[in-house]
Structures are given as C-alpha cells and as structure tokens.
C-alpha cells in the first residue's frame, strides 16, 4: 500500500492509559510489546496507540504497529470507531489498511468525522458490498460530485450502478449511409418505403436505450412483467424499486440465482416484505451464507432469527456476541448458546 506522504503534523489528545504507553514508562521492551497489541487495553486505546506508532519516528515500532493494525480483529477496530470524536486522520488510516474489510466500512461510512479523503479512497478502490454501501448511501454523495465520478470510474463498479450514478454508456457511431444517385422523383411506393425505414430507425433507437433510461419511461405493470422475466440486469435495476409489486417480483423470478437472493439478504435496507418472501424459500434458506445473511438482518422476525442461529458455527456466533449490527436478543441469545457450550 502507497500511501501520499502529508507531512502534515496530527494533534490529537491522549488518554491516560495511552500517553502512559507513549512515555518512558517501561522502556522500548513495553512500546514493542503494545505495537504487537499485545498489552491488556481497550480497543479504541490500542488502535490510538498503534496509529502514533505508525506515524512515529521509530522504524521498528512503526512496522510492528502496521503490521498489527492490518490484522487486528474487526471487533476491536470498530470498538475504535464507535468513539464519535475519532480523530480523521485515524479513521484514514484504518480506511487505507482495512477497506475491503465490509464491517469496518459500514462503520467508516456513517461515523460523523470520516473526511472526504478517506470517501474517495473507499470510492476509487474498494469493490463488492463495500462499494455498493457507498454507491447506495445518498447523504454522503451529496457531499461531493467527485465521490459520484469516483465510483463511476472503478472499474469494479456494476454498469447498473454507473447508470443509476448518471453515467451516460457511449453510443456507437453508426456506418454513414452509402450514397445513391437518385434518378428520378420518388413515387407513392418510394415514400412508403422511406416511412417505414424512418419507423425501423426509431425502433432501432429505442433499443439503443440503456436499461436505465427504459426503465424511466415503464409504467408499474410492465416494471412488473421485466421483474418477473429480466435478465440479471434488470433484476438489479428493479429490485431497487420502491414499489413493492416490483421488487418482490424480481424475487419470484425463474431465473434469480442464489448469489442474487444472497446479496437481498446482505442488504440492510431490504424491506419486510423480501426478507419474508426468502424465509419461504426452502432451496434458499438451506444455504449458510443465507442463514447468516438472515440473521443479521434487522426484518428478519426474532424468533426465526434464533432459530437459524442453531445452524450457525461457534466462530459467527463468538461474532454476533459482539456485534453492534444485531439486536440485543440476538446478541443475548448468542451469549447464552456460547454459555451452553461451555459447560
């Protein structure tokens, strides 16, 4: 990783336990060991730690701090990033090591002090879920059109995604026309023949339309029919629909794949309404990812979020006892299964 070197200075207040660490107290052997992480503190005082560390003048302390920072567990970065006055220049250095990591970004995203350089770093370099959680997120890209332009020039970025972001998919330029020397005045039939060569244009025309621009000019019953009989591409347009008739019929379309009936789940803005219609899906529900998908989501039904929490292994559910994404009865419920199997 190439990061630009600022050289400018960060001013940032230390805790306590923290400036303790950064003073002569116990020597370099007690700094070394806290770049490893390996010192009982807090999880936002290890990462306030690390990061003097890693801007820092000792080499040593420096490399052991990044090394530490790239794979610490994501539990104890977002512990950091719950703090609400977290230091930008913190949270950009967390972005820079850990942008694919998609429970760390859902955090940077909505954590009130992540600057504009750290956004566009996300938006030029992340992919998968992480990018469509900045692409889907309105109230940061209001922000600043560069951040818009950003995701539309990654090459990771969906076409759909592109066109929804305003990108305008280059037409092609067409064969200029061969010319004929025309002999005589045109007859009756000649200007029929011209009539329907100027309707072939036009049909021609629309289906030169992207999906995107098609779509603005569909009435609800026929969003419904391409829901229900779309390719891939349209099923990613439509299930974005507000309208519930369309999104749900993307859902009970033939041709949906898993992967696609996963990536609902995964998406925390899914309505009630999809995450239902995919609890009634057997074939669906069987898949692990599903289950997990399931449980995480805020409109899965508790009852039947615990109930695919059996299904889980011990690592998720170590995961969900700690997580901020949950409910408290999950979080309870997966406390009490780790307790179960203690004994």
């Known amino acids: ?77 977002l512990a950091a990033l719950s703090l609400p006055e977290l230091h930008p220049a913190i949270i950009d250095l967390i972005v820079h090591l850990r942008f694919e990591d998609e429970a760390v970004m859902q955090a940077v995203l909505v954590h009130p002090m992540t600057g504009i350089r750290s956004l566009l770093f996300i938006a030029e370099n992340s992919s998968g879920q992480v990018l469509d959680m900045l692409a889907d997120n309105d109230k940061i890209l209001r922000k600043s059109d560069i951040l818009r332009k950003a995701i539309i020039n990654n090459p990771n970025t969906e076409k759909v995604t592109r066109l929804r972001l305003g990108w305008v998919e280059p037409q092609e330029k067409a064969d200029p026309p061969e010319e004929k020397e025309i002999e005589a005045a045109a007859d009756d039939s000649d200007q029929d023949q011209a009539v ?3 309707e072939n244009e036009d049909k021609l025309d629309d289906e030169s339309l992207s999906k995107y621009q098609q779509l603005q000019e569909m009435s609800v019953n026929e969003k419904i029919k391409m829901a229900l009989t779309g390719d891939k591409e349209w099923r990613t347009l439509l299930i974005r629909e507000a309208n519930k008739q369309i999104n749900t019929a993307v859902l009970r379309n033939p041709r949906i794949t898993e992967a696609e009936a996963i990536a609902v789940a995964l998406n925390r803005s899914s309505s009630e309404e999809l995450i239902r219609i995919i609890l009634l899906n057997r074939d669906w529900v069987k898949l692990y990812d599903m289950k997990k998908a399931l449980v995480y989501h805020p409109r899965t039904p508790v009852q039947q979020a615990m109930r695919l929490m059996s299904f889980l292994s011990e690592r998720d559910i170590k995961e969900l006892a700690t997580s901020r994404n949950v409910t408290q009865p999950i979080i309870n419920n997966a406390r009490r299964m780790l307790s179960t199997k203690k004994r």
């Not at 990783?1 to 107290?25: F, G, H, T």
């Not at 009982?40 to 090394?67: D, R, T």
Request: net charge positive; hydrophobic share 45%.
């Open 1 to 77: 990783m190439n990061r630009e070197d600022k050289s400018e200075k960060v001013q940032i207040k230390l805790p306590a336990e923290v400036a303790k660490i950064m003073s002569k107290w116990g020597g370099h052997s007690v700094r070394l060991a806290a770049a490893r992480g390996a010192l009982p503190m807090s999880g936002s005082n290890l990462v306030m730690v690390l990061f003097v560390f890693y801007n820092g003048e000792n080499p040593e302390l420096k490399e052991e701090a990044l090394s530490t920072l790239q794979t610490l567990p994501a539990k104890i970065i």
């Open 196 to 198: 329907a060569g100027a």
